[in-house]
């Protein structure tokens, strides 16, 4: 088999399997963007082994191309992680703001 048999969905669906595998319990939170990285980072490694094919690259830049596109990916989804953080400080501290009459009143000092 060669590298121009390669669907780029085939490269997607491995991506995204593995993915789903590895991500566990925060896999609900990071899904879609990781669909829609995984989507580009398939085109680019199917660009990238192409132009490999075509001569136009050496396989040094090749792997260079990768890098590049994989640290990409990397902080799409290290933004995400602080998007979810960010909704989860949202959430405690709305919660903790509902109780902070309460226990601080019932503790007689200010600990909320």
Request: proline share 0%.
């Amino acid at each position: 088999m060669s590298f121009s048999d390669i669907d780029t969905e085939a490269i997607f669906d491995s991506l995204f399997a593995e993915a789903k595998d590895v991500a566990g319990d925060a896999w609900d939170e990071i899904r879609s963007f990781v669909k829609i990285e995984f989507k580009g980072l398939a085109k680019q490694i199917k660009e990238i082994g192409k132009a490999v094919a075509r001569g136009e690259i050496k396989q040094r830049t090749a792997r260079a191309l990768l890098k590049m596109a994989r640290n990409n990916l990397i902080s799409t989804l290290a933004a995400t992680t602080t998007l979810v953080f960010a909704a989860a400080e949202k959430i405690i501290n709305a919660a903790l703001k509902a109780i902070k009459e309460l226990v601080n009143g019932a503790l007689g000092f200010v600990l909320i």
